[in-house]
């Protein structure tokens, strides 16, 4: 913004003229967009000050606002917690998250693809239906949801929460590698083809590494909301070894104990690898979020 | 005409009329064996790349869809027996619950005001982002950690952060002069309740300020330069120039809004449980607590239904502004 408006002014005299309020609205907005970054990272430096305090100063109250003694071991601890059971809970996410994202790739990229390179009756059917489920989230279908694994027999099982959160992600995987695949041009290809690569081959060997930035998205994307899921898992698994983190999670803090500090602790296990996977592909999620609404 | 551009596809090419051409050039060999078996081959072709992504839709999306209609039709015991046709009864029950005005109407303020503050938040953020200052990147990256970090878990800290005697609101609002004892923030439906939405603003501002960034990206910067040699001063020039250029990403922003806030199931159940009661609870988690709690799963599923025709409208009017957009732009 404010270099438009610098190389817009031709005039020198206007230069100078608009050199010192520039450079308040500057300091204005570096202060306000500080303010706004504390903000938003107020509760996740209350959560890492709260994991980092001694267990008898949770139950200070009025409360410290800094840890008195900085207990970096309760990270160390909750590996070893059986109640809930933090190492367990982890493992059992990252394989859902792990193998949902991989069945929703698995099944998306094939869609999309065909989707993006051929015309054929039933298309914008699939598309449309792809389109509408975007928009559907397990929470408004959990009575369903719950009713069918328990037909299935898929309750309190892995496989019951991979199925579900790989069709809930499907069509955004599906929608934003379309968009990928549609823009890379058919040509390349082809071009590959006739260098004897074969049908699959030019796909594998060229279009993919194209459109990489979008299986990246869609995968990230997948893995995340897996990772975070936390209705369907409440409501279709029981407490046991079968636990995502987020199911467990809750479990710090019942009738019989409150123990903020390791809930906290695994909180932020939780949350860093997410959030910093999430800043690589932020810019790439808008277009396949919106269905390319907005480009 | 025709008849080539078909003879193209089913050798494989398959991809309209344009490009076919070369290709039948380059492979002749192959185009005769083809297209003896292609014929009926060539209709199934799309449901072999298809078929994986629709069984998934079907069996895991749209037949719960069709399981909750039925169930909410069907009298099912609190052991999850099903006694047969309940016809309108599980609705009939719904709707004779003391209980439901209130939820009806406070997921009417919650989705209401959720996304109005929402969305009015975020146009400010979106113009804060969209202008450069030192350090934008890092607040970009604050902005997403809400957005990435799994709701239930933020939900629990501001449930912290709330607590009557260790919750530092209460220890800043007391440190500042603006409470002399602690609140118990929680345990008053009303206020608990506005918090609550408070916690559902935080989380959706950073999709939605995202969303609208976006939307300032592709507003041309010839547009501003015009209304500048036009004279029009900042105020104007957003309200007339980029509100305007900014409707097609506030709408879809909004709706898209409007179904995760009226689907948001965590934060309410992480913070309140939906109680004391029912007094804090929305139409999602009260739909949770009749099937999981009282063990009325018919009736569950008559709210589930009635709240997923509600989403289906929503969804609907989505439909008509992103096709919409398709088809102009």
Redesign the interface.
Known sequence: ????TAR?TTAPSATVRRRRPLRLR?VL??A???L???I??A??L??LL?ALKPTPE??????S?LPSQWEWSNFADVWSLKDPPVPDALLFSLYVAGMSTL?AL???L??A???A???????GA?L??????Q???P??????????M?SLDLTDTAEGLI??N???N??FC?WILNAYFASIP??LE?AAF?DGAG?LGAMVRVTLPLALPGVVTALVYTF?GA??E??VA??ITSSGDRTTL?KA??GF?TAYQEQ?QY??AT?LI??VP??V???FV?RY???G??????? | MAVQDFTTRTAGSGSGSGSGSGEERTTPGALPRRVRTGHRLRALEPLLWLGPALVLILAVVIWPVVEMVRTSLMDISSTGLTRGFAGGANYADLFAEPDLPGVVLRTLVWVVGVVTVTLTVSLALAQLLNSRFPGRRMVRWALIVPWAASVLMTALTWRWMLNNFYGVVNRVLMDVGILDKPVNWLAHPAQAFAWMMAVAVFVSLPFTAFVILSGLGTIPAEVYEAARLDGAGTARTYLSVTLPLLRPSLLVAAIINVINVFNSFPVIWAMTRGGPGFATDTTTTYMYKLAFDNQAVGESAAMAVVNFALILLVVLVYLRVVRGREETG
């Open positions: 913004m404010s270099a438009v817009s500057t907005l570096t306000v967009g500080w706004t970054a504390l938003f990272l509760p996740y209350q959560m709260t949770l139950m200070k109250s009025p409360p606002y069945l698995a099944v998306g094939p869609a693809y065909y989707t390179r051929h015309r054929f009756r039933g298309r699939f449309l239906l792809v389109l509408v489920t928009m559907f989230a929470t408004a279908l959990l009575v369903g949801i719950y009713r069918e328990v199925l579900v790989a069709a809930f499907l069509p599906i058919k040509e082809e006739m049908r995340i990772w975070n936390y209705v409440l409501t987020t999670i809750p803090v903020w809930l906290f909180s939780a949350i997410v959030v996977l999430f800043i932020e999620l808008i277009s979020l919106t269905a390319g609404g907005i480009k």
